[in-house]
């Protein structure tokens, strides 16, 4: 059984700073490119971040440089480092992987997490 567990959500103020990980049980994943996803009330999942085996990144222009992902190959674990916080962040942040090179598009993501609630207040 495939899980990947996220955690860090919570409450926070504007301009506040947050991290989420993502860790794995059931397999490794090792080669695995790794994904951060958003979906906000009413509105469709949509790309956050990405980090490819060797380390490559990509962000969206919403989060690109308030936010950081980073990976623990060790561990297997991905972290979102997440700093100057705004409401309209406010979202179930989800975790995903996928073997092979990055992508942006949630369909090529066939393992994914529960997600984590990120709050921020204004």
């Known amino acids: 059984q495939v899980q990947l567990v996220e955690s860090g959500g919570g409450l926070v103020q504007a301009g506040d700073s947050l991290r989420l990980s993502c860790e794995n049980s059931?397999?490794?994943?090792?080669?695995?490119?790794r994904g951060w996803f958003r979906q906000a009330p009413g509105k469709e999942r949509e790309f956050v971040a990405v980090i490819s085996w060797s380390g490559i990144t990509s962000y969206a222009d919403s989060v690109k440089g308030r936010f950081t992902i980073s990976g623990d190959n060790a561990k297997s674990t991905v972290y979102l480092q997440m700093n100057s916080l705004k409401p309209e962040d406010t979202a179930v942040y989800y975790c995903?992987?996928?073997?092979?090179?990055?992508?942006?598009?949630?369909?090529?993501?066939?393992?994914w997490g529960q997600g984590t609630q990120v709050t921020v207040s204004s």
């Open positions: 995903a992987a996928r073997p092979g090179v990055r992508s942006t598009m949630t369909p090529d993501y066939p393992y």
């Open positions: 059931g397999r490794t994943f090792i080669g695995y490119t």
